[in-house]
Each structure stands twice: as C-alpha cells, then as structure tokens.
C-alpha cells in the first residue's frame, strides 16, 4: 500500500502558519482558526490530515503540514490515527510523522499559531502580501486574509 498523502517534508514551509517567522496575515481567518482545533483533547480534534498549503488538497504531491505535525506532535493528533485506519497512509508514513522533529522553530500551540496569524490580518504588511502572492501563483482553492 501507498499513502495517498506524503509524509511531512523535513522543515516546515515558508508561508507554514505554525513558524513564528511567517507574516502574520497570510491567511484567511477559517484558516488560523482550524489551527486551534488540534490543540484539543484528541476525543474532540478534527479528524482530517491537515495538509500542506504547497499543493492543491486533491494533488498526487500532497503531503502532511510538517508545522502541524511538529506543532501539536504526530502521536496526539487522532486524524493521523484515523487516516491510518482508513488507509489514507500507511504505517510507514503514519511512523515517520509520529517520529517527526521539526528542523526549524515552531509555535507551542495552535492557539498561539493562529493568534499570530490573525494580528494583522485586515492590514497585511509587505512580506504578507508578498506571501500572498506567491501562493496565489499555484493555489486556486486556498483563502487569503
């Protein structure tokens, strides 16, 4: 078996909402806050992979958000678990996310992920706009703040 989602790349993206050096305001406020729904108790989180926002969800390139991963940690996120179970991955990759250390620094939480990202999201600054527009150039179903 394959896993229809790659595992997480070894550093979280450019534009990954969970770095703290990502401008804040990049993206579209229902975005940050899917962030903070990971912070839950496993029983209450969302149960969908959260996905890198590099390729379009339904791209055969897609992979696991390395920050979420190594934000809220592989081995608490009952979406892993789940989409193991209903073969989305295999156990190859459901190990190396579990397994997963991000190389690059990244929030404690999703809380504090989305409240960076929300700060200036009705007036990006320059770097946001120019985040911006460099997703813009490759996405046509992601929103933007």
């Known amino acids: ?26 993206w579209a406020e229902s975005e940050y ?17 959260w996905q890198c926002h590099q390729a379009d969800r339904d791209s055969d390139q897609r992979r696991m958000c390395a920050g979420w991963i190594g934000c809220h940690g592989g081995a608490e996120l009952l979406a892993l678990q789940i989409a193991l179970i209903e073969g989305l991955i295999d156990s190859a990759t459901f190990a190396e996310a579990v397994d997963y250390t991000s ?19 009705d007036d990006p600054g320059e770097d946001a706009r120019r985040a911006i527009a460099k997703i813009a150039k490759t996405r046509g179903d992601v929103s933007f703040g």
């Open 103 to 121: 190389r690059v620094p990244l929030f404690a939480s999703g809380a504090e992920a989305a409240a960076h990202g929300r700060a200036d999201i």
């Open 1 to 26: 078996m394959t896993s229809e989602i790659r595992p997480p790349a070894p550093k979280a993206c450019d534009t990954c909402p969970y770095r703290p050096d990502v401008p804040s305001g990049v």
């Open 33 to 49: 806050d899917k962030l903070e729904r990971y912070d839950r108790p496993r029983a209450e989180q969302p149960t969908k992979v």
